[in-house]
Nanobody, 110 residues
Framework: VQLQASGGGLVQPGGSLRLSCVAS????????MYWYRQAPGKQRELVAG???????NYADFVKGRFTVSRDNAKKTTFLQMNSLKPEDTGVYYC?????WGQGTQVTVSS
C-alpha cells in the first residue's frame, strides 16, 4: 500500500484548505486511516481520522474546524480544514497500518 497526500499550501488565518490522501495497492478498507501533522520543532501528532470501526475521531484542537471524509471507490480520504490558525502550520501526513504518506505542507500566515 502507498499513500499520496496533496492539497497543502499557504493560506491566511481564517482560511480553508482541503487535503486529499489517495491510497494505492492492496487496500481492504479505509478504516484505521488517519491524518497526522508535525510542526517545526515539535513531535508528530494525531489530527483526525477513521478508526478501525470506521468512526471519525478528532483531536480536541481541531474539533469544530476540521472534517474528515472519504470516497471508498477512489480509495481517498479528505481532510477539510476551516478556520485555520497559524498554529495549524505544519506538514500533514496520512497514515495507515504502519505506512506514512510523504506529507503535504500547510502554512497559515498573513
Amino acid at each position: 500500500v502507498q499513500l499520496q497526500a496533496s492539497g497543502g499550501g499557504l493560506v491566511q488565518p481564517g482560511g480553508s484548505l482541503r487535503l486529499s490522501c489517495v491510497a494505492s495497492g492492496n487496500l481492504v478498507s479505509l478504516n484505521a486511516m488517519y491524518w497526522y501533522r508535525q510542526a517545526p520543532g515539535k513531535q508528530r501528532e494525531l489530527v483526525a481520522g477513521f478508526n478501525v470501526l470506521g468512526n471519525t475521531n478528532y483531536a480536541d484542537f481541531v474539533k469544530g474546524r476540521f472534517t474528515v471524509s472519504r470516497d471508498n471507490a477512489k480509495k481517498t480520504t479528505f481532510l477539510q480544514m476551516n478556520s485555520l490558525k497559524p498554529e495549524d502550520t505544519g506538514v500533514y501526513y496520512c497514515y495507515k497500518a504502519g505506512i506514512w504518506g510523504q506529507g503535504t505542507q500547510v502554512t497559515v500566515s498573513s
